[in-house]
């Protein structure tokens, strides 16, 4: 059974970090590329960044780049997300996703790209 569960949203005041973790089973996690995207209420589920399967490559979205990062520890088939300067714009339902295997490019920055979801973990950020 596969599973992806999100730890680490919560409440924090603009400015201030939170780290999200990722932690995937049932899956032959180091041979897929691991994503995160978010959803705000009343808005579409958004790429935020993905990260390839060897941790050798990323790609972030313009309004994340330089204040998220993410890292990923294929020992303990976990994903990461560092988040930084948090800002208001930033609050909604974190949700980490798994591509199909050695997808990459394009194809791994989309919703339809992602084989596997998590539930979500929920960052509000405050102003």
């Known amino acids: 059974q596969v599973q992806l569960v999100e730890s680490g949203g919560g409440l924090v005041q603009a400015g201030g970090s939170l780290r999200l973790s990722c932690a995937a089973s049932?899956?032959?996690?180091?041979?897929?590329?691991m994503a995160w995207f978010r959803q705000a209420p009343g808005e579409e589920r958004e790429f935020v960044v993905v990260i390839k399967w060897s941790g050798s490559d990323t790609y972030y979205a313009d309004s994340v780049k330089g204040r998220f990062t993410i890292s990923r520890d294929n020992a303990k088939n976990t994903v990461y997300l560092q988040m930084n300067n948090l800002k208001p714009e930033d609050t909604a339902v974190y949700y980490c996703a798994a591509a199909a295997a050695f997808r990459w490019g394009q194809l791994a920055r989309g919703v339809d790209g992602m084989d596997y979801w998590g539930k979500g973990t929920l960052v509000t950020v405050s102003s």
């Open positions: 049932g899956i032959a996690f180091s041979s897929r590329a």
